[in-house]
Structures are given as C-alpha cells and as structure tokens.
Nanobody, 122 residues
Framework: QVQLVESGGGLVQPGGSLRLSCAAS????????IGWFRQAPGKERERVSC????????YYAESVKGRFTISRDNAKNTVYLQMNSLKPEDTAVYYC???????????????WGQGTQVTVSS
C-alpha cells in the first residue's frame, strides 16, 4: 500500500524558513517523479515544485523561484521542500504527490499525501 506523509508545516513569521518532508511507505521515492503542491483557502491547487527522475531535473513555480528548493534523501526515502524567505501569500496546505510519468507535468499524479499546513503571519 502506497502512502505519502507530509510533515514540517507550522506557523512562521514573514521572512522565516520551514522544511517540509514527504516520507513514503510502500514505494521507493527515488524511482518516481515527485511534486509539491499547495492550496490556499478559496484558491485552486497550485503546483509549487517537482523533482524528476529524468536527469534529476526540477521545476519551480515563478512565485517560489529562488526561495524554495526541492531535494531527495534516498536513504530516508524522503523528498524535502526547503522554503526560505516565506511570505504571507505562501500560506496554504502543502501536499506531495507521485507522478504517473517521469516528467514534472502539471497533472498526472496518482498518490497524494494528506497535507501539512503552512501559515506565514506576524
């Protein structure tokens, strides 16, 4: 049974940092392309970042480029999202998901975690 579990969310002041983790059971994350998404209240889900199994390429939404970094720790079967210089508009529930293909596509993710809340506020 495939299970993805996010953790690391919380309340942080503007300009602060958080590191989100996506831990897996039932699959080996290093064999899959993994995406991070977020959804704020009243807004559509947004693709934030992705790390591909194809040459390890990465994707970042324009809104997070230069501030967020996605990485893998294969020994821990975990994908991370390091978030720096956080802004109030980063407030959302963050989800990780497994892609069906090897590409960092906008759609086509089949397994999702339950999400972790990130709140950026003073």
């Amino acid at each position: 049974q495939v299970q993805l579990v996010e953790s690391g969310g919380g309340l942080v002041q503007p300009g602060g940092s958080l590191r989100l983790s996506c831990a897996a059971s039932g699959i080996t994350l290093s064999a899959y392309t993994i995406g991070w998404f977020r959804q704020a209240p009243g807004k559509e889900r947004e693709r934030v970042s992705c790390i591909s199994i194809i040459r390890g390429s990465t994707y970042y939404a324009e809104s997070v480029k230069g501030r967020f970094t996605i990485s893998r720790d294969n020994a821990k079967n975990t994908v991370y999202l390091q978030m720096n210089s956080l802004k109030p508009e980063d407030t959302a529930v963050y989800y990780c998901a497994r892609a069906r293909s090897g590409y960092c596509s906008e759609n086509g993710y089949d397994y999702w975690g339950q999400g972790t809340q990130v709140t950026v506020s003073s």
